[in-house]
């Protein structure tokens, strides 16, 4: 059994996809990340980073004690080697897939999510920096979209490369992203999406929290306004 703390946000859904794909047994542990509780002492003893998703294995690989995983890609990588599956066996494969997952983790969802901040939660548009982040989404989609040309996913099967940037793509509205304008993303994004596990693992999240997207000033407040003191 996995213990997954879990909040439906981009970051969250790559975790369910990959356990709904592998139809591994898994609990949601709900860290509602408006109301601060990645601040609670319980959850920063596995998440030192006070961000979700995270992880408790109870049956590792090794036999030995339960093992906690923090950060989604660490998490999909542990999960695929955990698994032996969604990311290929030979070594060159497995690096592709490897390099497009630490793209999203460095690029992709970063750039995208400052996006998110200045376009949709920021007290007052900066016009400077919703350029500079609108630009560089762009030029991601761009990337996204030449990689995907002739091929059916990210690294040849679908893999935890493909599951990192999903959700992030699912949001492409809020990128101010036309998907025509990247047709190799669109028919990439429609098939993930079709996917049964991909259904279920949105289903989750409806589950989880089914409030309609938006922020309460108080929740902006937790989400934007702490520094160090509170994560200790």
């Known amino acids: 059994m996995i213990d997954l703390h879990y909040w439906p946000t981009p970051n969250g859904h790559k975790i369910t996809l990959f356990l709904e794909e592998a139809g591994l047994d898994y609990r949601v542990h709900p860290v509602n990340i408006g109301q601060g509780d990645q601040f609670k002492p319980d959850f920063l003893a596995i998440a030192p980073n006070n961000r979700m998703p995270a992880i408790v294995d109870h049956a590792p690989s090794d036999g030995g004690e339960p093992i906690s995983v923090f950060e989604s890609g660490a998490i999909l990588l542990y999960l695929a080697q955990k698994t032996n599956r969604f990311v290929p066996a030979s070594s060159r494969d497995r690096l592709q897939v490897i390099e497009w997952l630490m793209w999203q983790m460095a690029g992709f969802g970063p750039m995208l999510g400052q996006n998110h901040h200045f376009t949709r939660y920021a007290p007052e548009q900066v016009p400077y920096a919703i350029t500079r982040y609108q630009s560089e989404t762009n030029r991601l989609y761009g990337v996204l979209d030449r990689r995907l040309e002739g091929r ?12 990192a940037c999903y959700p992030w793509a699912v949001a492409h509205e809020w990128h101010h992203v036309d998907l025509a304008d990247f047709p190799n993303v669109r028919r990439w994004h429609d098939a993930i999406r079709a996917r049964p596990a991909t259904i279920a693992a949105y289903a989750k999240g409806k589950q989880v929290n089914d409030a309609p997207p938006g922020m309460t000033d108080e929740q902006k407040k937790v989400l934007f306004g702490q520094g160090a003191a509170p994560a200790r």
């Open 152 to 163: 059916d996913f990210i690294a040849g099967e679908y893999s935890i490369a493909d599951m």
